[in-house]
DNA sequence: GAGCTCATATTGTTCAACAATCCTGCAATA
DNA sequence: TATTGCAGGATTGTTGAACAATATGAGCTC
């Protein structure tokens, strides 16, 4: 009975990490890295002939990292027309910035992982996006912009609402490459992000909150007007 | 030029949805049920070969049918051994808890989903539950809570944030039969969810948000305990 | 009881096959 | 010229066989 308790104790003990990623989770990793680095841009096909060939990879297990694509909202599947690189639409970023404004706020302000340490660490993400601003080096300050948002969930210290906040960001790089990696919808929100950081370095949870609300209520708005009027 | 603003506004029209689901998403769907009710217990294993057979697909097929599910922490696959029903772990637990505190309280105060009508909606499921009390239908109470959850986490309006929340209910429901399916879990809680509806009703958003937050610790304390002193 | 060997079960992946579906190009017709 | 119908080709969805690799369990010896 001892040996039982001990034995079911250790079994949930993950002593059997999927440490080594299957062939599926390799191409899915190759695919997506392709995806979100605009590479593939949406619309692309993605034909189990073609990539399996490219990749080296048995159609079946093509199949299996598509599906895992597909799950992750990267990619569409069209029964019997084959899996493209997702579009988003307007209904998409609304969706997104409906996740965003619920959950980054909320982290901000009640998130338990919150301290002087947390605010230092967002106002080095600030700064470092400031300074690829002044090197003109738009991929950098949208790259610290995400990593802003990405950091600002973390707070929550919750492995699943992190990992939807990486398929966010992941969606969210999409969209960019819709609007053609227009530096209009990265480099003035590095004020606003810098507005948030003071508020935090205030202590003003709460103002801080409201402001994050606004903003991406404006950058929904922004990006929504962009897709109709392009 | 016009003809292909139109084919390409078209494009964006989802004409195509996958309404006929594909064999693996069936089978995931079917092991997904069993999981949930309970059929199919923490750590059982799920071989391909009998799953297979007893569903009438091919390996294939059921390998892809395992990938869904494992995306979802349904299941679990440990390389060379095989896939496991799921068995969570208190640090799941605590997970769960986390992303929970995060999500309904900031949807019970800043969803946008919010309306009298929304309100009348979680009386009647509080009301429901409360009938099955009467009925000593304990299974009828544990539906009522998950129910009041979900109508709470829809007030977002964003159909990312109800996918994630339905995967953490579905969860849920494995903990829950891990703790024996004990009523001590499920109908006592009514009245937490009681007072809540009471606050919304009386236009206190706020204390409401509040109050789900401390019975989410509240609770998860209680299931943790019972984790380690069974 | 511990350690070793061998057989078996199962997994991970590939490949071939076939039915079904969709798309494209070409010919015929109005 | 524009439209329609048809055939052929490309691709998908799924199955089943095959093989290498890995883990487990049983039996045997010390």
Same mark, same amino acid.
């Given at each position: 009975?001892?040996?039982?308790?001990?034995?079911?104790?250790?079994?949930?003990?993950?002593?059997r990490?999927?440490?080594?990623?299957?062939?599926?989770?390799?191409?899915?990793?190759?695919?997506?890295?392709?995806?979100?680095?605009?590479?593939?841009?949406?619309?692309? @096909?993605?034909?189990?002939?073609t990539?399996?060939?490219?990749?080296? $990879?048995?159609?079946?297990?093509?199949?299996?990292?598509f599906?895992?694509?597909?799950?992750?909202?990267?990619? +569409?599947?069209?029964?019997?027309?084959?899996?493209?690189?997702?579009?988003?639409?307007?209904?998409?970023?609304?969706?997104?910035?409906?996740?965003?404004?619920?959950?980054?706020?909320? +982290?901000?302000?009640?998130?338990?992982? $919150?301290?002087?340490?947390?605010?230092a660490? &967002?106002?080095? /993400?600030?700064?470092?996006?400031?300074?690829?601003?002044?090197?003109?080096?738009?991929?950098?300050?949208a790259?610290?912009?995400?990593? $802003?948002?990405?950091?600002?969930?973390?707070?929550?210290?919750?492995? @699943?609402?992190?990992? &939807?906040?990486?398929? /966010? &960001?992941?969606?969210?790089?999409?969209?960019?490459?819709?609007?053609g990696?227009?530096?209009? $919808?990265?480099?003035?929100?590095?004020?606003?992000?810098?507005?948030?950081?003071?508020?935090?370095e205030?202590?003003?949870? +709460?103002?801080?909150?409201?402001?994050?609300r606004?903003?991406?209520?404006?950058?929904?708005?922004?990006?929504?007007? +962009? &897709?109709?009027?392009?």
């Open positions: 009975m001892a040996n039982r308790a001990l034995s079911e104790a250790l079994r949930q003990i993950p002593t990490v999927s440490v080594q990623p299957s062939a599926a989770e390799r191409v899915a990793d190759v695919l997506r890295e392709q995806i979100v680095n605009g590479a593939l841009r949406s619309g692309t @096909r993605l034909t189990e002939e990539i399996g060939a490219a990749l080296g $990879f048995s159609r079946n297990t093509i199949r299996e990292a599906a895992l694509l597909i799950a992750e909202r990267l990619a +569409a599947r069209e029964p019997n027309r084959g899996v493209f690189v997702a579009t988003p639409t307007a209904s998409d970023i609304r969706d997104l910035y409906a996740t965003r404004r619920l959950i980054e706020p909320a +982290a901000l302000e009640h998130g338990i992982g $919150f301290s002087h340490a947390a605010v660490r &967002l106002r080095e /993400v600030v700064d470092a996006a400031h300074a690829c601003r002044e090197h003109e080096d738009t991929a950098g300050v790259q610290g912009n995400q990593e $802003f948002h990405r950091t600002v969930a973390r707070l929550a210290e919750s492995r @699943r609402v992190d990992q &939807l906040m990486e398929g /966010v &960001l992941a969606e969210m790089r999409l969209v960019f490459h819709l609007m990696d227009d530096p209009g $919808f990265h480099v003035p929100y590095l004020d606003r992000n810098e507005a948030i950081i003071r508020d935090l205030a202590g003003d949870r +709460a103002g801080a909150a409201a402001a994050l606004a903003y991406l209520s404006d950058a929904e708005e922004h990006l929504l007007g +962009a &897709l109709h009027h392009p």
